[in-house]
């Protein structure tokens, strides 16, 4: 699995992409080793790479001593509600400018996504917050969507009609999005 982590260590990259790769725990470990270590870090992206729960336990904990990061996208990957406590001391903590969890398995109906959203919501920094999940309990409807834009406060569902009237919505897919 090819990363740089010495640039990551030695605060050369502000910066981080490492999307489609694929993770094991001694990778998260490394990655959160070096995170801890680099003060610059303003943004990661690690979509679509198949992280699981304890693998994002662990990077989660290490970016919550990390000041500056401003702009984190963990979309498609199979985080599910084991994430969500540590993902909300991550909200709360930071000041999120862009935030991406969408396509991940948690369960949109229980206490614990709704304490999320709620965190979501409480925080009115962020400019856009997008989450998703595939319910795998109760009804099988294939996702729910929300996005919180923070000039208004308001979280927005898709399941009603209501829908963020932000032009700048990123596209999922770019990774020029976590750009400033």
């Known amino acids: 699995m090819p990363a740089d982590f010495k640039a990551i260590e030695n605060n050369t990259t502000d910066q981080i992409n490492l999307m489609t790769s694929l993770f094991t725990d001694e990778y998260a470990v490394k990655l959160a080793t070096s995170i801890e270590k680099n003060t610059s870090v303003k943004s990661m992206d690690l979509s679509y ?3 699981v729960n304890s693998e994002f336990i662990t990077i989660a904990n290490a970016l919550l001593k990390h000041p500056p990061l401003d702009s984190l996208n963990f979309e498609d ?3 599910g509600n084991d994430s969500i406590p540590v993902l909300i001391k991550l909200v ?13 398995k948690f369960d949109v109906m229980s206490l614990d996504y709704n304490n999320l959203k709620k965190a979501i919501s409480d925080n009115t920094v962020s400019e856009n917050v997008t989450i998703s999940s595939s ?5 099988r409807k294939s996702t729910e969507m929300s ?6 406060g308001k979280l927005f569902d898709s399941s009603n009609s209501s829908t963020p009237d932000s032009p700048n919505t990123p596209s999922s897919h770019s990774s020029a999005e976590l750009k400033k």
């Open 49 to 51: 790479c198949n992280l």
């Open 77 to 79: 990957n199979l985080l």
């Open 92 to 104: 709360e903590q930071k000041k999120f400018k862009y935030l991406n969890i969408k396509n991940n």
């Open 135 to 139: 319910s795998t309990q109760a009804s």
């Open 147 to 152: 996005s919180v834009n923070s000039s208004r």
